[in-house]
T-cell receptor, first 114, second 110 residues
Framework: DTGVSQDPRHKITKRGQNVTFRCDPI?????LYWYRQTLGQGPEFLTY????????KSRLLSDRFSAERPKGSFSTLEIQRTEQGDSAMYLC????????????FGQGTRLTVV | SQELEQSPQSLIVQEGKNLTINCTSS?????LYWYKQKYGEGLIFLMM?????EEKSHEKITAKLDEKKQQSSLHITASQPSHAGIYLC??????????FGAGTTVTVRA
């Protein structure tokens, strides 16, 4: 399967714990996005990378969230000291960096903070 | 995104009937994307529109982008149970960042 893959698919964690999610984009895609989606809402932009450079980070993203893409390939999203409000689906997408090219999404990681 | 408004929020349609979903942007669109999502899964790309007046079709789904490039509609002809899901419009404005509307939940009743 050469699509975008995310791991894990599901994560249940206790409040206050740290969690890390991984995204493997389509290999030739140099742009990578992270989104968060809650029930009944569209995906909410969190951050994106052009190769290994993090070009934009949403103001909605607190300091507890950090993302990396160290070699311009896979990316990780870490949430420290999780809160119940962090419960959501976290989606990763990748695309080429040409103008108006479609982004391909992974299946997402569903986080439940108890 | 408050920049993209989708309507209706949800709709129920009898199998075989047509349906239309609208997406309105508060800014000029550089690209308009339609995606479909099954509950709890990722987004599946449907089609992308760039030019004012552009219209694209795939099987029974047609999408149009108006001349002023601030509104798009998605039309499904003779809906089937496989058309059920959440339809999301996404837009690129002037910063290459893809933003989404809140989605329209489509239920198809047999």
């Amino acid at each position: 399967d050469t699509g975008v893959s995310q791991d894990p698919r599901h994560k249940i964690t206790k409040r206050g714990q740290n969690v890390t999610f991984r995204c493997d984009p389509i290999s030739e895609h140099n742009r990578l996005y992270w989104y968060r989606q809650t029930l009944g809402q569209g995906p909410e932009f969190l951050t994106y990378f052009q190769n290994e450079a993090q070009l934009e980070k949403s103001r909605l993203l607190s300091d507890r969230f950090s993302a990396e893409r160290p070699k311009g390939s896979f990316s990780t999203l870490e949430i420290q000291r999780t809160e119940q409000g962090d419960s959501a689906m976290y989606l990763c997408a990748s695309s080429l960096s040409t103008v108006n090219t479609e982004a391909f999404f992974g299946q997402g990681t569903r986080l439940t903070v108890v | 995104s408050q920049e993209l408004e989708q309507s209706p929020q949800s709709l129920i349609v009898q199998e075989g009937k047509n349906l239309t979903i609208n997406c309105t942007s508060s800014k000029t669109l550089y690209g308009l994307y339609w995606y479909k999502q099954k509950y709890g899964e990722g987004l599946i790309f449907l089609m992308m529109l760039q030019k004012g007046g552009e219209e694209k079709s795939h099987e029974k789904i047609t999408a149009k982008l108006d001349e002023k490039k601030q509104q798009s509609s998605l039309h499904i002809t003779a809906s089937q149970p496989s058309h059920a899901g959440i339809y999301l419009c996404g837009a690129v404005h002037n910063d290459y960042k893809l933003s989404f509307g809140a989605g329209t939940t489509v239920t198809v009743r047999a």
